[in-house]
T-cell receptor
Framework: QQQVKQSPQSLIVQKGGISIINCAYE??????FPWYQQFPGKGPALLIA?????SEKKEGRFTISFNKSAKQFSLHIMDSQPGDSATYFC????????????FGPGTSLSVIP | KAGVTQTPRYLIKTRGQQVTLSCSPI?????VSWYQQTPGQGLQFLFE???????NKGNFPGRFSGRQFSNSRSEMNVSTLELGDSALYLC???????????FGQGTRLTVV
């Protein structure tokens, strides 16, 4: 029930294309869904986050879509660039404080020129 | 503000030895969490400390332990190292009531 599933495990997208990463959860108590981006040799960094009271959140080329009834959420990267090549983790937490976050297994994105 | 600092960056240890990793959180952050990252398992939660008290613990054996000092700096210790403990160990700090975890660059532990 605490698990967050993420797919695909790896993704190759051409420059300018759309990258889509999907996540699913079981625990309906989760109420905060962040996405983290990790470049090689670095720790993860918060990219964008959403709460279940909205169905979509957009920040620049990055959009989170949220489907509360299906318990699914996804990250869309529009006009993907080689600089977006990184590992992306979706996550879920309960409550407003960050006591413990459940991370998905990660998606390795490669954007090729 | 300085970010989260983890030391050392790299470690090579022999099976059976023990190791101590250090994490200095962002100034003012009192919550420190530790994660193990491996290619097969992703990010797995080890434990979380707040004001020198362990508040949450993940599903890891007792060989993994940690502590937090009064200045919020945290250490984690792994005893009787096994080959499977080879991983990137990440520390993250959050401010009280905050919704963003700030990660350090991690310590790459290799057990041979």
């Amino acid at each position: 029930q605490q698990q967050v599933k993420q797919s695909p495990q790896s993704l190759i997208v051409q420059k300018g294309g759309i990258s889509i990463i999907n996540c699913a959860y079981e625990n309906t108590a989760f109420d905060y869904f962040p996405w983290y981006q990790q470049f090689p040799g670095k720790g993860p960094a918060l990219l964008i986050a959403i709460r279940p009271d909205v169905s979509e959140k957009k920040e620049g080329r990055f959009t989170i879509s949220f489907n509360k009834s299906a318990k699914q959420f996804s990250l869309h990267i529009m006009d993907s660039q080689p600089g977006d090549s990184a590992t992306y983790f979706c996550a879920a937490s309960i409550g407003t404080s960050y006591d413990k976050v459940i991370f998905g297994p990660g998606t390795s994105l490669s954007v090729i020129p | 503000k300085a970010g989260v600092t983890q030391t050392p960056r790299y470690l090579i240890k022999t099976r059976g030895q023990q190791v101590t990793l250090s994490c200095s959180p962002i100034s003012g952050h009192r919550s420190v969490s530790w994660y193990q990252q491996t290619p097969g398992q992703g990010l797995q939660f080890l434990f979380e400390y707040f004001s020198e008290t362990q508040r949450n613990k993940g599903n890891f054996p007792g060989r993994f332990s940690g502590r937090q000092f009064s200045n919020s700096r945290s250490e984690m210790n792994v005893s009787t190292l096994e080959l499977g403990d080879s991983a990137l160990y990440l520390c993250a700090s959050t401010e009280q009531g905050g919704t963003e975890a700030f990660f350090g660059q991690g310590t790459r532990l290799t057990v041979v």
